[in-house]
């Protein structure tokens, strides 16, 4: 992979990190899809040699920054999406759009189920059934960013 | 990699080996990364310098509204800004006019007291810090603020502002400071009703406008409209800073436990500044430190090694009673069932090292520590 694709790659990240930041009112919060997470999904299925789980790593480290209790939970659980996403991205590539966003929706489930339990291991446990909304919104928009994100990546 | 069994001819043998191998080697990475920071704090140094690289990006996502606060305020018309002057005038006016007779109250609280010279307030100093960015969800509750380790600020700093507790400071970075509300379910805080002057610890709730009392007996005197101040215990707030305000107060028969909300008087949702204060380390109503705990007990000193990034409120100490001690009739409290900030007071101190509820400085650890600095 160019380094051009690299730099699109950081790019894309950078701006979903600061989607994911942006402050919303309080009771839109739940809704914001990780919006992160779905920039490594589609770099690792669609570039899974420059995606792929370093960059899916050093994304979780900044989300870690930006909102994790304890440095390196979302490190972890991004680096497992962005495992699985590699191993099956030619499966994944293949399909149509809301197909993919089927499979979407599941990932998002393992990420933050990843999230649940080294919060409750590490005594930060937030049991609120809020936390498992955003994987509903995330599927739901994935037709959508993928196609930003392609278009971003310069393949559309 | 035998447990990540790649499809061999799958050619993505980049630098670092396959996916599978690469996958372990961060997992493990993270891992240990986790590891070091919940149970060592090693890499408190890595989160100063993630911190600093994360400060512009936060201050680049806070711009727009930043913007729309400076263009409101420029564009801001003379009669609002003659408003504004009016009443701010009127609020000095009485400001002063209320602490006319402060210093002979204070030079006659310090007699009353058998001291030689009156006391110095317990804030020693205050640093305004404009807030950068919130998180309000009932999950996390954060602020984070323009002052950082470069302005002295420290971890477990108390924030304040005009109308009571914000919080503390949670991480800190060289130019920032992320600060968790108290109304964060991961926060607690000890309080005292400031009617009865019974304590107990006030735990954030599940929503970003009210705390909850979830150890208060059924039978403990509590109304709706009580002020809850800091108790003074627990090491990071120092006593008689108010807090909230009891909002609903209900009580089940078969409930052991008083159901209790109170509001918080600080006005987050408004503010665009906070306080960040340094207290007098020696003074009686300052934050029992850590360190002026008596020694000599033994399983307290094995809780003070307990971790101390589960516990945000300073470790329980050898001379801080149970908190809920002048009901002692009353159910233990139990055990912080979610974990750790919830520091539920040791419940094998002796009751009778429990003062009596009520007195002006009802602080033992700190009364302790106290007379060292006092002639």
Redesign the interface.
């Known amino acids: 992979m160019s380094v051009d694709s690299r730099g699109r790659m950081l790019l894309a990240a950078l701006v979903a990190l600061v989607l994911t930041v942006l402050p919303l009112p309080a009771w839109l919060e739940p809704f914001r899809p990780a919006f992160l997470v779905l920039t490594v999904l589609f770099w690792s299925v669609y570039a899974p040699r420059s995606g792929g789980v370093a960059f899916g790593f050093f994304a979780g480290l900044a989300l870690d920054v930006f909102q994790g209790p304890i440095l390196g939970e979302h490190a972890l659980a991004l680096s497992l999406v962005s495992y699985l996403a590699v191993r099956e991205h030619q499966r994944f590539r293949s399909k149509p759009a809301f197909q993919q966003a089927l499979i979407v929706f599941p990932a998002l489930i393992v990420y933050e189920f990843v999230l649940f339990a080294i919060d409750g291991w590490s005594g930060h446990p937030v049991t609120s059934p809020l936390r498992w909304v955003h994987t509903v919104t995330g599927a739901l928009v994935w037709p959508p960013a993928a196609a930003i994100l392609a278009y971003g990546a310069g393949r559309a | 990699m035998a447990a990540?069994g790649?499809v061999p001819g799958r050619s993505?043998q980049?630098r670092?080996g396959s996916?599978?191998f690469?996958?372990t080697v961060?997992?493990l990475?993270?891992?240990?990364?986790?590891y070091?920071?919940?149970r060592q704090h090693y890499?408190d140094q890595?989160?100063y310098v993630?911190?600093a690289?994360?400060y512009p990006?936060?201050l680049?996502?806070?711009s727009p509204?930043a913007a729309w606060a400076w263009l409101r305020e420029t564009f801001a018309t003379r009669q609002a800004l003659e408003t504004e002057n009016a009443r701010l005038r009127a609020t000095e006016r009485e400001l002063q006019l209320r602490s006319m007779r402060y210093e002979a109250l204070e030079r006659e609280n310090g007699e009353l007291r058998g001291l030689a010279t009156a006391l110095p307030p317990v804030a020693d100093r205050w640093l305004p810090a404009e807030i950068v960015?919130?998180?309000?969800?009932?999950?996390?509750q954060r602020l984070l603020v323009d002052r950082g380790a470069l302005n002295g600020v420290f971890k477990g700093q108390a924030v304040l502002d005009e109308h009571g507790l914000i919080g503390q400071t949670t991480h800190v970075g060289p130019w920032s400071a992320e600060v968790i509300l108290i109304t964060d379910?991961?926060h607690a805080v000890p309080v005292r009703i400031e009617r009865t002057g019974l304590r107990t610890i006030a735990v954030g709730a599940?929503d970003?406008t009210s705390l909850a009392l979830p150890y208060l007996p059924a039978n403990a005197d509590v109304q709706r409209g009580d002020l809850l101040v800091t108790s003074g215990l627990g090491g990071v707030f120092p006593e008689g800073y108010p807090v909230a305000r009891v909002t609903e107060v209900h009580r089940d028969a078969v409930q052991p436990l008083a159901q209790v909300r109170a509001a918080p008087l600080a006005r987050v949702d408004t503010d665009t500044e906070v306080m960040l204060v340094w207290f007098r380390a020696d003074h009686p109503a300052a934050p029992a430190s850590p360190t002026a705990a008596t020694p000599g007990s033994g399983s307290l000193g094995e809780l003070r090694q307990g971790?101390p990034?589960?516990q945000p409120q300073a470790k329980p100490q050898a001379a801080t009673p149970p908190s809920v001690a002048p009901t002692t009739n009353g159910p233990t409290p139990p055990t912080a069932e979610?974990?750790?900030p919830v520091t539920s007071p040791s419940p094998s101190n002796s009751p009778s090292d429990a003062p009596a509820a009520g007195r002006p400085h009802d602080v033992p650890a700190a009364g302790m520590s106290a007379p060292k600095g006092q002639p």
């Open positions: 990540f790649t993505l980049g670092g996916p599978g690469r996958f961060y997992a990475l993270s891992v240990v990364a986790m070091l920071d919940q890499i890595v989160r993630l911190q690289a994360a990006i936060q680049a996502v806070n509204p960015s919130i998180q309000l969800n009932s999950l996390r379910p991961e599940a970003t971790n990034a589960m979610r974990g750790a």
